[in-house]
C-alpha cells in the first residue's frame, strides 16, 4: 500500500513571497501519478497541479511549480508570488497507475497561512 | 459545464436515523469516488466504482454504510442507523476510468449526527 506523508501541519508565508511545502511518498511502484489539491474554507477540493512519475520535467502552472525527485519520492509544491486567495489547506495525492482504477491515496495535509 | 454535484450540502440527524448522501459525477466520467474527511484520519476512501460497479469498498467502516450506484449519473451513501462518530465531510468525485485522469470533487456534505 502506498503511503503520504506532509510533514508540515502548517506554514505560514508573506504576501508576494515564495513558500514550498513538502510531500513524500513511498510505493514500489515505477509508474504513477502525484496531485496536489486546494482546500479552501468553502471546503471545496481544487486539482492544483499534476507530474506524472515517468517524465523528468516538473511540471508549472502559472505561479505553482513541483520539485519531483522520484528517487528520494519527493514531490514539493512550490508557490511563487503567494496571494490571499493561495491560502487553504493543500494535500499532497498518489494515484498508481494500473487498470484498477483512479483512486488518490492523500497526505494529511498543510494549512498554508498567506499574511498581508 | 456543471461539475460533482453533491446534495444534501449540509444534514444534521439524531444518532439512530438513516443518512442518504447523493452525488450525480460529471457526465461521461465512468469512475465514481466516495471520501470521507475529518480532522483525525484525514481524507479516506470509502469505495469506489467502476462503470457503476463497485470495485473496492475496503475502505467502508462497518456494515451500517452502504452505496449503491444504479445508473451512470447518480450514486448514494446510505449510513443506517448513524452515530455520532460518523459525523464527518463526505465527498463525491469522479473521473475517467484509466491513464492519469484527476478525481474531481463535488463540494462535499457535512454531516453532524446528535
Known amino acids: 500500500a502506498q503511503t503520504v506523508t506532509q510533514s508540515q501541519p502548517e506554514m505560514s508565508v508573506q504576501e508576494a513571497e515564495t513558500v514550498t511545502l513538502s510531500c513524500t511518498y513511498d510505493?514500489?511502484?515505477?509508474?504513477?501519478?502525484l496531485f496536489w489539491y486546494k482546500q479552501p474554507p468553502s471546503r471545496q477540493m481544487i486539482l492544483v497541479i499534476r507530474?506524472?512519475?515517468?517524465?523528468?520535467q516538473n511540471a508549472t502552472e502559472n505561479r505553482f511549480s513541483v520539485n519531483f525527485q522520484k528517487a528520494a519520492k519527493s514531490f514539493s509544491l512550490k508557490i511563487s508570488d503567494s496571494q490571499l486567495g493561495d491560502t487553504a489547506m493543500y494535500f499532497c495525492a498518489f494515484m498508481s497507475h494500473n487498470n484498477a482504477g483512479n483512486m488518490l491515496t492523500f497526505g494529511g495535509g498543510t494549512r498554508l497561512m498567506v499574511k498581508p | 459545464d456543471a461539475g460533482v454535484i453533491q446534495s444534501p450540502r449540509h444534514e444534521v440527524t439524531e444518532m439512530g436515523q438513516e443518512v442518504t448522501l447523493r452525488c450525480k459525477p460529471i457526465?461521461?466520467?465512468?469512475?465514481l469516488f466516495w471520501y470521507r474527511q475529518t480532522m483525525m484520519r484525514g481524507l479516506e476512501l470509502l469505495i469506489y466504482f467502476n462503470n457503476n460497479v463497485p470495485i473496492d469498498d475496503s475502505g467502508m467502516p462497518e456494515d451500517r454504510f452502504s452505496a449503491k450506484m444504479p445508473n451512470a449519473s447518480f450514486s448514494t451513501l446510505k449510513i443506517q442507523p448513524s452515530e455520532p462518530r460518523d459525523s464527518a465531510v463526505y465527498f463525491c468525485?469522479?473521473?475517467?476510468?484509466?491513464?492519469?485522469?484527476?478525481?474531481?470533487f463535488g463540494n462535499g456534505t457535512r454531516l453532524t449526527v446528535t
Open positions: 457526465s461521461g466520467h465512468n469512475s
Open positions: 507530474q506524472e512519475a515517468y517524465k523528468q
Open positions: 510505493t514500489s511502484e515505477n509508474n504513477y501519478y
Open positions: 468525485a469522479s473521473s475517467l476510468v484509466g491513464g492519469n485522469s484527476p478525481l474531481h
